[in-house]
């Protein structure tokens, strides 16, 4: 779910800027953007002239049209992700947006997780989600570890979902003892799925 999030917000802001560089005349929204900044005009201004937010290019400029946000001097927007630079080119990545869907959306990493690998605050993380346009997921990787493994002990057991193997095993008065014997499961464990607790390992 975070993942298709994920590409949806993406193919929005995509929609947005070359919808914004149609009507003004240009091919793309980075050839746009570098026009208006040679005359001098601000990022604010320039969104403003699109009909966005203020802020709008600040926040997204990076993903939608790389090229121009590297181009544009003293852009504001570059700042926030300044101080990850380092970390970044050491673990491989061009970019914030790239290692938070790489890290978050796909690998499941948790904030706290991310937070120590670039060696930033959790709110730095909670932030750059924000910024560029990413839902946090929390516990993702425990929470996805767990749903794998339900999804495996139903398997084994001959079922689609391990709700589906509890609700038949107590609907015939299996006490949660012998359902934990038979599989192979702490009972603690299996009366959390039950219930639609968060699925912890």
């Not at 927007?77 to 959306?105: K, T």
């Amino acid at each position: 779910m975070a993942q298709a999030n994920a590409e949806r917000a993406s193919r929005h802001l995509a929609g947005v800027a070359a919808e914004v560089a149609r009507r003004h005349g240009y091919p793309d929204l980075g050839a746009f953007v570098l026009a208006r900044t040679a005359d001098g005009a601000s990022l604010a201004a320039i969104s403003r002239q699109a009909g966005l937010h203020k802020d709008w290019l600040s926040r997204h400029l990076a993903e939608v049209a790389p090229a121009a946000a590297a181009a544009v001097p003293g852009q504001r927007q570059a700042r926030p992700d300044a101080r990850w630079r380092p970390a970044l080119h050491r673990l491989g990545f061009p970019d914030v947006a790239s290692y938070l869907r790489e890290r978050h959306v796909r690998q499941h990493r948790t904030v706290n997780a991310m937070a120590a690998e670039i060696g930033v605050t959790h709110h730095a993380i909670e932030s750059a989600l924000r910024r560029h346009g990413l839902d946090r997921v929390a516990h993702a990787a425990t929470r996805r570890a767990a749903a794998e493994r339900a999804a495996q002990v139903a398997g084994r057991l001959g079922y689609d979902s391990l709700g589906r193997y509890l609700h038949e095993r107590r609907a015939v008065g299996w006490t949660w003892q012998a359902i934990a014997v038979e599989s192979g499961q702490i009972g603690s464990w299996l009366r959390r799925q039950a219930a639609g607790r968060p699925l912890l390992l």
